[in-house]
């Protein structure tokens, strides 16, 4: 069993949870419905428990999870804490990542902002359905550690970026940070950020429900090349890719060529 906070959930399923919907079956957040987008996810309110309660019907997915109805529930082992970044926001300043070659857009499109005060960005983490699990605050100014996270989830911790119509949909490329996703977003690709090296069994499921059929590039930092390998063994429908240089430090021409 999960347990999230109700921000985690899609919007028809928030409304599901609060009892405002009249639907009967839902779109599963685990597996989606699988091939065939069934309708296979009940949910609804225990309002006797404070709790909203979900669960897939499908064989293959068995997802079950519960939302506490209070918005401002504290929930989760100290892993999750902090929760919320509790600092102000301003424009990014282009100055900290003109050295990763990201652009303005790009920023926009991720929701990066900067952070009054500080040599810093805050980069939200997204699920797929566009909502946030929090977020990763990255220091420019020497700051140990030089990057701190908040979760606000017990979802797999990692931020997507779903594709627009420009994207290339037959290629997904899985880095460790963020920076590195938005460079291969900005190239075209799909990407997702592990946000660290651990590729475990719900961070694999999350992804392989929805690159199924997609060619699935592992492209960790050059030093953890061994660690891609090992993933690959376990699941077959991995690709890895050797790098010279982490891809947030390559150019657009190298990370074309490292992917092709």
Not at 209 to 234: E, I, Q, V
Not at 248 to 259: P, Q, V
């Amino acid at each position: 069993m999960r347990i999230h906070h109700l921000t985690d959930w899609p919007p028809e399923l928030q409304a599901a949870a609060r009892g405002e919907s009249g639907a009967s079956r839902y779109l599963c957040p685990a597996c989606n419905g699988g091939r065939s987008r069934e309708l296979s996810l009940s949910c609804a309110p225990e309002y006797f428990s404070g709790f909203a309660i979900a669960r897939c019907w499908r064989a293959s997915c068995g997802y079950f999870a519960k939302v506490p109805l209070d918005p401002n529930a504290k929930i989760g082992t100290p892993q999750f804490k902090p929760r919320f970044f509790e600092g102000s926001f301003e424009p990014v300043a282009f100055r900290l990542l003109h050295r990763y070659n990201i652009a303005v857009p790009t920023t926009a499109a991720f929701g990066v902002q900067g952070v009054a005060g500080r040599e810093a960005v805050y980069m939200p983490v997204y699920g797929l359905a566009g909502h946030e699990r929090g977020g990763m605050l990255r220091y420019f100014d020497g700051t140990q550690p030089k990057a701190v996270s908040y979760k606000a989830t017990d979802q797999p911790w990692q931020a997507w970026h779903v594709p627009d119509g420009s994207q290339d949909r037959d290629v997904l490329v899985i880095v460790e940070d963020q920076l590195s996703a938005m460079r291969c977003w900005q190239l075209g690709y799909t990407a997702v950020a592990l946000l660290g090296v651990n590729l475990n069994s719900d961070k694999a499921a999350e992804i392989r429900s929805t690159c199924a059929g997609m060619r699935t590039l592992l492209a960790l930092d050059a030093d953890a090349f061994s660690k891609a390998l090992g993933y690959a063994k376990k699941y077959s429908w991995l690709q890895p890719v050797r790098l010279e240089k982490d891809l947030k430090d390559s150019s657009d021409a190298e990370i074309l060529g490292r992917l092709a």
